[in-house]
């Protein structure tokens, strides 16, 4: 690999300090699952590597019902997918952990870093941006939050200045009532990029939907709220052809490229099937939560 | 004397893998592991372009830049005409390769190379590498590179490889005008590549005595000996070359690479041993693939479903470079002519240069594609005709005494019996009362492939393998094979056969192989031949030890040597209390052997064939288009299974890759420059342990391989070569519509579903 | 940039080594500790061959900077047969990688180990779905998983 300068600060001020003294030719490191891979490939061409790892204070999930679920930056995605809390109140989360690489990438990878990395195709944002999740920044300036949804701003960029890091994520506790799911599309069960992903999270209040929020993963420069389907969901009683009809709007919706793992046209005919089969699923398991 | 009733006492058992205790430890060394004092690392600087002319190479900034010893090119490396493959020389080889050339011919091929003091300063000196190029217009399709007026990657106009292959028998015009149906279709496969675990990788190291001395991972030690010794013009014995352990194969390390010669050439110029790891991203640029082939395939059959016209166009595209472009079109056409009887053939093969990455040998050689295409079209037939397939396939295959490609004649109708034995253990004739309406949107399907493979290169290749066996004072051996084990178990099974043939136990005989320098020649490993020829070998040699062995015994107990049997490491007096163990006769006063008995062998078999037939039962969701193996039934004849581990083992991993090659596998080159797009282990889809299927092996030891050791044949390609149709027939069976190329991607599903509603 | 100094306790011995940052933990183990049973497969975290245990959990060493793991505890597969219990020489899984054909190049043989004992350490009786689940970043190219999954599952089970 190319050689470089490295920092391990201690406090997040520190990490903060470095950054900003070396700009654009700095990268921090945390997982090192995706930035070490783009080093390796030369797609990425840091002078220095800031390791955040020792940083206390970054790592945990705590989770309450009045507060809802915190996520420190450094939590790995293997923590998120074992974590008993995650599974059963935010599946869509737990299903997403799990279908990231393979084990051993998750117990190395960061929630925080696959969402600052910002691939459309993550498998991190999409159930939390259905989640109404927020990040915690931390700058020169102190701090900011804001909805995750509106942290990204492009394939591989988000609103992060490059001398402020992502410390935490929050997620608000689930509504009574609350089906989540996340599905993946891909052509092998493990270690895939997804060619589609959707995120859908339904409550129900007496049979009618009550909140929807649908997200589509890998069909757009960045992870996208289907506001069009979520209004197609919302205050109505759900049944198969509403979701038909939902799955449709969702692929009129999306705008995918084509690339090496699927053309464009696969990708909107994926989009149709996995908006419905994820609708189904959320919506099965709004009726029994 | 019937096989199956032949006991053994080593051979069938399943002992612990030679060399398996090592790796399970972590104490296998493999060529990479080799860390030598001063030792530099070498990289090779690659085209980014799929043609061009070198204009000129500066490497002026790259041996100034600190670290870096020396720096090789075109006009600093000997220039020598190669075709990178194996001898012994056959004649289909096309000798079109240099070192380094003047010319670049696609994207990854070697223009230059360094050595340094690290791997990171090695990648340093690369950038620094000025090259000049003159673009040239570039060609990816066969048709394209046909044409006349196509850009010349070589010299030959239409970008042919060799001459056109043309067989012909009977009189197929005749045969076709009285078929009562005629069927004809264009079949394609695609490129898939070998990805075995261990990257490429060679040490060079000049040393003791200027001797030449090189750890690399190949199939062929003997074939890197001799193509180094002729074009680096170093006399045979001066060069060692070590294989101890290498991490798969599977044809993709049969042919030298750009890097061996380089590596021992900046060995010598720096007089420091040179190590070249190949990146993952350099074994599938700068290796090898599998021939992508089109075969136009028409055939006539009777009303009662006998084929009686068959003709094929078989043409594949062998990229950059010629290496096995001949073979595998000769194979490929050869075994076209057969499997299912034909009387009357017209066949005709072409291997065309594209600018693509090289295709080389790769398990089923050939093989693999003219099966496909055969056998898918087998299927469309039995459709056509209303006959079962299985039915229809049994009616047409080879069968006892039916002549072989090599002239011999069947033994027995070993198709026919896996055919029937596969059929039966998957429930072929019950499947569609398995099958719900075919509505909803998952669909079911079953589907069967056929195959036969030879144990060995007989007759393309003059086979031959040699084995030498050493006894030692206290009754044990050491087996000198020149046998290559690329994991597939081979040493193994040649100490089981030495140990059955010896009387003696697996663990009394110690292998040694994989150095030039101790064991005798060997062809190499590749063809399914290492054990019907290796052990082969290795059985006479021990036979030959054996009968050293009886009559220093006769000797010694005072007895004629025919009443002496030799088990479990003693030797009896037949009708007699009299014996003795093997280390009473052979060691003399003060525990030194009474005189040096050896054995030794030189085999040069013809060939026998094993016989296959695979069943899949498959699911494809017609919304998303994907395709998920349920099960597999996999019946394969063998003669003697000398390992059935071994031979399980080989099986199940052709499966593997034959599951790749058939539905996820396929290297992506960008038409418009050359590139491969998904050089990684990512995007390049292998099946992981979560895709495989539920998996049955029947392992038949009906017709012994003659000439083979204890009647056993070969397994290393057979698993590869019916899996593909068997699945494609199976999706054909599925969703009702035929698939004539692979892999059979999602997207084709839909379009295939999208096209015929 | 100098050298730096680090620790780490590998297969139950204390290493100080000298290492620039940008040498990989995969690379330091093999060239400088001389511990070459961990391969290198394709470098980038897709193959697992390189699979190591760091503080209990399975890592790609290919995608860990030496210096991340300063402090760390690492057993690496020549490590593995010293964690059995009693007097045997090989680790349970190791034996049950022999005794059922499991091994045929041998190059993704380490990284499968390692892989399967935190396997086996988190969940002592996996079914043969989680087993599949848990070796999915480990590829094997020779034995299409079938004899690695039966011979893990056979020590799931004991």
């Not at chain 2, 026998?608 to 288009?625: I, K, M, N, P, R």
Request: negative net charge.
């Amino acid at each position: 690999m190319r050689r470089i300068e490295y920092f391990a600060p201690e406090t997040v001020d520190e990490a903060v300090a470095l950054l900003g003294r070396y700009g654009e030719s700095v990268s921090i490191l945390a997982g090192g699952t995706d930035l070490l891979v783009e080093i390796k490939h030369k797609v990425r061409t840091p002078d220095q590597l800031v390791n955040i790892k020792k940083i206390a204070g970054l790592v945990g999930l705590t989770y309450k019902q009045s507060a809802g679920l915190r996520i420190g930056a450094l939590t790995t995605v293997r923590a998120v997918e074992t974590s008993q809390v995650i599974q059963e109140k935010y599946a869509g989360l737990a299903q997403a952990a799990q279908a990231l690489g393979s084990v051993q990438i998750r117990n190395r990878a960061t929630v925080a870093g696959n969402i600052c990395r910002a691939s459309p195709s993550a498998d991190i944002p999409p159930p939390l941006m259905a989640d109404d999740a927020t990040v915690r920044i931390y700058g020169p300036d102190g701090e900011r939050v804001i909805a995750l949804e509106n942290f990204f701003t492009g394939p591989g960029q988000t609103v992060l200045n490059t001398d402020e890091i992502l410390i935490e994520i929050i997620v608000p506790n689930p509504l009574p009532g609350t089906g989540k799911v996340y599905l993946k599309h891909g052509r092998r069960k493990a270690m895939e990029l997804a060619t589609v992903g959707a995120a859908v999270s339904l409550t129900l209040e007496e049979d009618i939907c009550i909140r929807a929020r649908v997200v589509l993963g890998a069909v757009a420069p960045t992870p996208i709220r289907v506001h069009e389907v979520e209004d197609v969901l919302q205050g109505i009683f759900i049944d198969e052809k509403v979701i038909g009809d939902a799955a449709r709007i969702a692929m009129k919706v999306a705008r995918p490229i084509s690339d090496v793992r699927s053309s464009a046209e696969y990708r909107l005919q994926i989009t149709e099937i996995i908006t419905k089969r994820a609708i189904t699923q959320a919506l099965a398991l709004a009726k029994t939560a | 004397m019937s096989v199956k009733a032949a006991k053994h006492a080593v051979v069938g058992t399943r002992p612990w893998r030679v060399g398996g205790v090592d790796k399970v430890t972590g104490s296998a060394r493999y060529s990479v592991d080799v860390m030598l004092p001063g030792m530099l690392y070498g990289k090779i600087k690659r085209s980014p372009h799929p043609h061009a002319r070198i204009v000129s190479i500066d490497t002026s900034k790259a041996l100034a830049h600190e670290g870096v010893k020396a720096v090789l090119t075109v006009d600093n490396v000997p220039r020598v005409l190669h075709a990178g493959a194996p001898a012994p020389r056959i004649e289909s080889l096309v000798k079109d390769q240099y070192i380094f050339d003047e010319k670049v011919r696609y994207v990854g091929d070697g223009v230059a190379a360094v050595a340094a003091v690290s791997e990171e300063i090695a990648d340093e000196a690369l950038d620094l590498i000025e090259v000049e190029y003159e673009l040239l217009p570039a060609v990816y399709d066969i048709e394209e590179a046909m044409r006349p007026d196509a850009p010349r990657i070589h010299d030959s106009e239409g970008n042919l490889v060799m001459p056109p292959i043309e067989i012909e028998q009977g009189d197929v015009e005749q045969a076709f005008s009285e078929a009562h149906l005629i069927l004809e279709n264009t079949y394609s496969t695609g490129r898939p590549a070998h990805c075995y675990l261990e990257p490429n990788i060679c040490v060079c190291q000049f040393g003791q005595g200027g001797n030449l001395k090189v750890w690399t991972s190949t199939q062929n030690v003997f074939m890197v000996r001799g193509i180094l010794s002729e074009v680096l013009d170093i006399p045979v014995n001066k060069i060692q070359i070590i294989m101890e352990h290498m991490g798969g194969g599977f044809g993709g390390k049969q042919d030298l690479y750009q890097h061996e010669f380089v590596c021992a050439l900046l060995a010598k110029k720096t007089g420091r041993p040179v190590k070249m790891e190949y990146t993952r991203e350099e074994c599938f640029l700068g290796g090898k693939t599998r021939h992508p082939v089109k075969i136009y395939l028409k055939h006539g059959v009777r009303k009662d479903g006998t084929l009686i016209a068959r003709e094929m166009r078989y043409t594949s595209n062998s990229g950059a470079y010629a290496s096995h472009g001949p073979g595998i079109t000769a194979v490929g056409c050869y075994d076209g002519t057969s499997l299912f009887k034909c009387d009357n053939q017209k066949i005709e093969g072409r291997s065309i240069y594209t600018n693509n990455p090289v295709a080389g040998a790769f398990r089923g050689y050939g093989a693999v594609q003219a099966f496909f295409a055969l056998d898918t079209q087998m299927d469309e037939m039995s459709v056509a005709l209303g006959l079962d397939p299985v039915d229809f396939r049994i009616k047409n295959v080879l069968g006892e005494g039916d002549l072989a490609v090599s002239g011999h004649r069947l033994a027995t109708s070993g198709l026919e019996s896996c055919l029937r034995r596969g059929a039966a253990e998957i429930g072929w004739y019950e499947r569609h009362a398995k099958q719900s309406a075919k509505e909803g949107t998952i669909r079911r399907g079953w589907g069967v492939g056929v195959q036969m493979h030879p144990s060995g290169a007989y007759p393309s290749i003059k086979e031959q393998s040699n084995a030498i066996i050493k006894m030692n004072e206290d009754g044990t051996v050491h087996l000198l094979t020149g046998v290559s084990d690329l994991g597939t178990g081979a040493q193994t099974a040649m100490a089981q056969i030495a140990a059955e043939e010896l009387g003696i136990a697996y663990e009394d005989v110690q292998v040694v192989a994989g150095d030039t320098d101790v064991v005798p020649f060997d062809i190499g490993a590749y063809s399914s031949r290492t054990t019907f020829v290796g052990g082969g070998a290795v059985q006479e040699a021990a036979a030959h030890l054996k009968s050293r062995l009886l009559t220093l015994a006769a000797e010694k107990l005072g007895v004629e040597s025919d009443i002496l049997d030799l088990r479990g490491g003693t030797i009896f007096v037949k009708g007699s209390a009299q014996k003795a163990t093997i280390k009473e006769i052979v060691q003399g006063a003060g525990g030194a052997p009474l005189r040096s008995l050896v054995g030794e062998a030189t085999y040069e078999p013809e060939v026998a064939y094993s016989y296959g037939a695979h069943f899949a039962e498959v699911e494809v969701d017609t919304e998303t288009g994907h395709i998920n193996v349920i099960q597999i039934v996999a019946v394969h004849e063998i003669g003697r299974a000398i390992n059935p581990a071994g031979v399980e083992g080989q099986i199940e991993g052709g499966l593997q890759q034959g599951i790749g090659h058939t539905l996820t596998e396929d290297l992506i080159i960008d038409r418009e420059t050359g590139k491969t797009l998904n050089a990684n282990f990512v995007d390049y889809k292998m099946p992981l342990a979560l895709d495989m299927p539920k998996i049955k092996i029947i392992i038949l030891e009906e017709e012994p391989g003659v000439g083979g050791p204890f009647g056993a044949k070969g397994i290393g390609e057979d698993p590869i070569l019916a899996i593909g149709q068997a699945i494609g027939n199976a999706v054909s069976d599925a969703v009702g519509f035929r698939f004539r190329n692979i892999p059979i991607t999602p997207e084709k599903v839909l379009e295939t579903l999208a096209a015929g509603l | 940039m100098p050298k730096q100094i680090m620790q780490m306790m590998v297969n139950g011995e204390a290493y100080e080594v000298a290492v620039e940052p940008s040498w990989m933990l995969l690379d330091v183990l093999r060239k400088e500790l001389g511990l070459t049973g961990t391969k290198k497969g394709c470098d980038v975290g897709d193959c697992g061959a390189c699979t190591v245990i760091m503080d209990g959990k399975a890592v790609n060493s290919c995608l860990i900077l030496c210096v991340e793991a300063d402090g760390a505890q690492i057993l690496t597969v020549e490590g593995l047969a010293a964690q059995t219990e009693g007097d045997s020489a090989l680790h349970p899984l190791q034996k049950s990688f022999l005794d059922h054909g499991a091994v045929q190049c041998g190059f993704c043989t380490p990284g499968m180990l390692m892989t399967a004992k935190v396997l086996l350490d988190e969940n002592p009786h996996p079914s043969e779905d989680e087993v599949r689940s848990a070796m999915a970043g480990n590829i094997c190219r020779c034995t299409g998983y079938v004899k690695i999954v039966d011979a893990v599952m056979a020590v799931g089970t004991d």
